[in-house]
């Protein structure tokens, strides 16, 4: 683990999905609880490609293109079902109803933090005012926290400035609301992408790898020593509070 | 106590300078701990006055105006220190740095709660999703949170906004954030006038009268039987808990 070097920092400011949550895990066991729920067969869906595709098709791909302004600003919910919609049909699922689908979609708000996300943050907070600041819309971050137990101080939301990560006007958005400067505020991902498109508007940088965020055996997307280095690399949000004095 | 009919709530919003804090008892006690620290005179200034003037013109009024369109945008710690700045000059009180007179400004992010307020407010969240909906800034209200241990499920200012309430886009936007509807929302306040804002664009409304805001003895403001009724009228949180099942 480096050490963070010598500035004040005041708030940290944390990407949820795959950093503080495992959505992979809980979207899985959500979908499957719902076949065994309307009894089908287990061999109807193969869910680990199912949550995949959803995550990389409804979430990364339509973020991407609305950050790059090639598409229209939607909530993240908006292109989740959009997604949702497409995978029903293409597996020729269609004896959910509205409100199951509904429901359904809402598992992104009932994501399951990884072990130490909760600990390590209630570690935090004493001394930091700690935040999510995630393309995941307000209420779904506001959702998820309460269900997860996440003890945030305040939900930031990439909503907020209907634009995505990883856009400068939400780093800086978000450093805004908070009343402080960008050298006050850390950043901290599991992703280097995210923490390298924050760096340039002035916060710092912590970077927490999560390696069985697409699972176990599967290729991280995320280098092993990623450079350039970060303020602060740390294996897990327990870690991360001892970096940073908590 | 009235009873709240049938609808089903969801998220409760609460005016936060009032309602949830004793704005007037904490800005006399930390004044008065500052000219002590100072050594100046018990007579130099008259605290209670002082307190009161800054709330109504640096706030109320300023406030007013901009949600009116007649002044441009600024956020409360900025109308807050406009009118620190003219008190200060006023008393002829040229002793305070800047660190000292900034300081002094954020004392409206220290305030503190009712003592009904944390109590009322734990219970409540248990079944409602909880949050200020405040003029103050999103930073002011963040810090009091933390400091009042306030236990808020989100942050919702009329920053967020860019205007002030009693304007409708700061209840509709509110709303809009949580993904709800207007019914499935109840805004929360001792002030009859944030109420009567509220309705109109459907949110239900919870009269919590604080008779002691502006001091003992002091001629409220607040109507003791406000018209028209509102859907829930309690003494403190600790009864809207109790009517609202909690």
Redesign the interface.
């Known amino acids: 683990m480096s050490t963070p070097g010598t500035f004040t920092v005041r708030a940290l400011l944390f990407d949820v999905f795959g950093t503080v949550v495992d959505w992979r895990s809980t979207v899985i066991w959500e979908s499957k609880a719902l076949a065994r729920h309307h009894g089908w067969p287990a061999d109807r869906v193969n869910w680990p490609a199912f949550a995949d595709t959803w995550r990389r098709e409804g979430y990364s791909a339509a973020v991407g293109r609305i950050a790059r302004g090639e598409a229209p600003w939607a909530r993240v919910?908006e292109l989740h079902r959009r997604q949702l919609d497409e995978l029903l049909a293409g597996y020729s699922i269609d004896e959910l109803d509205e409100p199951e689908i509904d429901r359904f979609n809402r598992v992104w708000h009932r994501l399951a933090p990884w072990p130490d996300a909760v600990p390590g943050l209630i570690r935090l907070r004493h001394r930091y005012?700690i935040a999510p600041l995630s393309n995941g819309?307000?209420?779904?971050?506001?959702?998820m926290?309460?269900h997860a137990g996440l003890p945030?101080?305040?939900?930031l939301s990439a909503?907020?400035f209907h634009t995505y990560k990883p856009q400068p006007e939400v780093y800086l958005g978000a450093v805004d609301?908070?009343?402080?400067q960008p050298q006050e505020v850390m950043m901290v991902a599991a992703h280097a992408s995210d923490l390298e498109a924050a760096r340039p508007s002035g916060l710092r940088t912590a970077y927490v790898p999560r390696p069985l965020e697409h699972g176990e055996g599967a290729s991280t997307r995320e280098p092993v020593a990623p450079a350039p280095p970060f303020d602060i690399t740390a294996a897990d949000f327990l870690a991360l509070a001892t970096a940073l004095d908590c």
Not at 137 to 143: E, Q, R, S
Not at 177 to 180: K, N, S, V
Request: net charge negative; proline share 0%.
């Open positions: 919910d005012t819309n307000f209420a779904l971050l506001t959702n926290a309460k945030w101080d305040c939900i909503e907020l609301l908070l009343g402080l």
